[in-house]
């Protein structure tokens, strides 16, 4: 079994900054891409950043030159720096990991619960 726990979320003032961090554990053999989305109230889940293990990231255009997604791998978390926030920045920030929990299977992806963030004008 594997759990993603975000934390960080928050209020903020446009301008502002806040930092998101997501915490995977249980029975992990390894960890393949993490990434970011968010749910705004009424619209549709959309991918904010990716991180693969290898170090490829990518962002969605809203959020670029803004957002900074990293990793560290011996604590199995993911960040998602985010500056410059703007009120259509809020939303409900969710972890997603593909995680393999054994050499003899293949992959899946977890999801975490969600934070919110909210970013006031």
């Known amino acids: 079994q594997v759990q993603l726990v975000e934390s960080g979320g928050g209020l903020v003032q446009a301008g502002g900054s806040l930092r998101l961090s997501c915490a995977a554990s249980?029975?992990?053999?390894?960890?393949?891409?993490m990434a970011w989305y968010r749910q705004a109230p009424g619209k549709q889940r959309e991918l904010v950043a990716t991180l693969t293990s290898g170090g490829s990231t990518n962002y969605a255009d809203s959020v670029k030159g803004r957002f900074t997604i990293s990793r560290d791998n011996a604590k199995n978390t993911a960040y998602l720096q985010m500056n410059s926030l703007k009120p259509e920045d809020t939303a409900v920030y969710y972890c997603?990991?593909?995680?393999?929990?054994?050499?003899?299977?293949?992959?899946?992806?977890?999801w975490g619960q969600g934070t919110q963030v909210t970013v006031s004008s």
């Open positions: 997603n990991a593909d995680v393999q929990v054994s050499r003899w299977f293949g992959s899946r992806d977890y």
């Open positions: 249980g029975t992990i053999f390894s960890i393949n891409a």
